[in-house]
């Protein structure tokens, strides 16, 4: 079974950090665009971050940019989005997604296509919060 398996959400308070996880299974993770995308209560889906398949480029939503870091190892087939200087409005399930690469690492992240991802993580909530 393909999966996508997000971890390292739960609760921290404004200023804190988070470092999450998206491990992927029955596929090579190498070929892949790789996104963070997040859903706060009442909105809709947002693209967070995302990194490329091939040298790595990356793309982050304006309201991100200097607090978080999206990395991949593709040894372990792994992504993780590092979170620091975290805010309230940061509060939302975060989902791992990937797509084979058809276009840019920009495009994936502003699409609001749902369809458009190959596969989807379940999502790990993060609540920012005093």
């Known amino acids: 079974q393909v999966q996508l398996v997000e971890s390292g959400g739960g609760l921290v308070q404004p200023g804190g950090s988070l470092r999450l996880s998206c491990v992927a299974s029955?596929?090579?993770?190498?070929?892949?665009?790789i996104g963070w995308f997040r859903q706060a209560p009442g909105k809709e889906r947002e693209g967070v971050s995302c990194?490329?398949?091939?040298?790595?480029?990356?793309y982050y939503a304006d309201s991100v940019k200097g607090r978080f870091t999206i990395s991949r190892d593709n040894a372990k087939s792994t992504v993780y989005l590092q979170m620091n200087s975290l805010k309230p409005e940061d509060t939302a399930v975060y989902y791992c997604?990937?797509?084979?690469?058809?276009?840019?690492?920009?495009?994936?992240?502003?699409?609001?296509?749902?369809?458009?991802?190959?596969?989807w993580g379940k999502g790990t909530l993060v609540t920012v919060s005093s």
């Open positions: 990194i490329g398949s091939g040298a790595g480029s990356t």
């Open positions: 997604a990937v797509v084979r690469p058809s276009g840019t690492v920009q495009a994936m992240c502003v699409t609001t296509a749902l369809g458009f991802m190959d596969y």
């Open positions: 029955e596929f090579t993770l190498d070929y892949y665009h």
